[in-house]
């Protein structure tokens, strides 16, 4: 099946693995997956991630994280902000606080995929893609 929204697919794949309480989920490997999944696990969203299959079928398997003996997810909430028929985008001053600062935005950025702090951090504006919290 083809997916004509990868980042939506990610997103709902990860939310339904923590939802059924897996250790891990297998995404379709793209470059902006690969990106989002570096920016999940260095903000500690995930635990790893890693390549799978061969050829032009290529997997993203992504190790999630939980929480104590009660297995509650790290993840809370994943929402797409920017999508397919509806495009948001923010300049520097304007970019999204998710949760004043708890959340994550995931911005695309003339620099590559990076949080909105990064993205403040380096003066850089982009196209909001999800919210992570």
């Given at each position: 099946m083809a997916a004509h929204d990868t980042i939506s697919?990610?997103?709902?794949r990860i939310r339904n693995a923590n939802l059924a309480r897996h250790q891990t989920t297998e995404v379709p490997s793209t470059k902006m997956t690969r990106s989002?999944?570096?920016?999940?696990?260095?903000e500690g969203f995930i635990a790893d991630f890693a390549e799978a299959g061969e050829g032009v079928k290529q997997n993203l398997v992504i190790a999630l994280k939980?929480?104590?003996?009660?297995?509650?997810?790290?993840i809370t909430t994943l929402r797409r902000v920017s999508k397919p028929g509806f495009r948001v985008y923010s300049n520097r001053r304007e970019l999204?606080?998710?949760?004043?600062?708890?959340?994550i935005a995931i911005i695309s950025t003339?620099?590559?995929?990076?949080?909105?702090?990064?993205?403040?951090?380096?003066?850089?504006?982009?196209?909001?893609?999800?919210?992570?919290?």
């Amino acid at each position: 099946m083809a997916a004509h929204d990868t980042i939506s697919d990610m997103l709902t794949r990860i939310r339904n693995a923590n939802l059924a309480r897996h250790q891990t989920t297998e995404v379709p490997s793209t470059k902006m997956t690969r990106s989002i999944a570096k920016v999940l696990k260095d903000e500690g969203f995930i635990a790893d991630f890693a390549e799978a299959g061969e050829g032009v079928k290529q997997n993203l398997v992504i190790a999630l994280k939980y929480r104590g003996k009660t297995k509650r997810p790290i993840i809370t909430t994943l929402r797409r902000v920017s999508k397919p028929g509806f495009r948001v985008y923010s300049n520097r001053r304007e970019l999204p606080r998710v949760l004043g600062g708890i959340g994550i935005a995931i911005i695309s950025t003339s620099n590559g995929i990076m949080t909105d702090r990064e993205a403040r951090q380096t003066g850089l504006g982009g196209e909001v893609l999800c919210y992570i919290w």
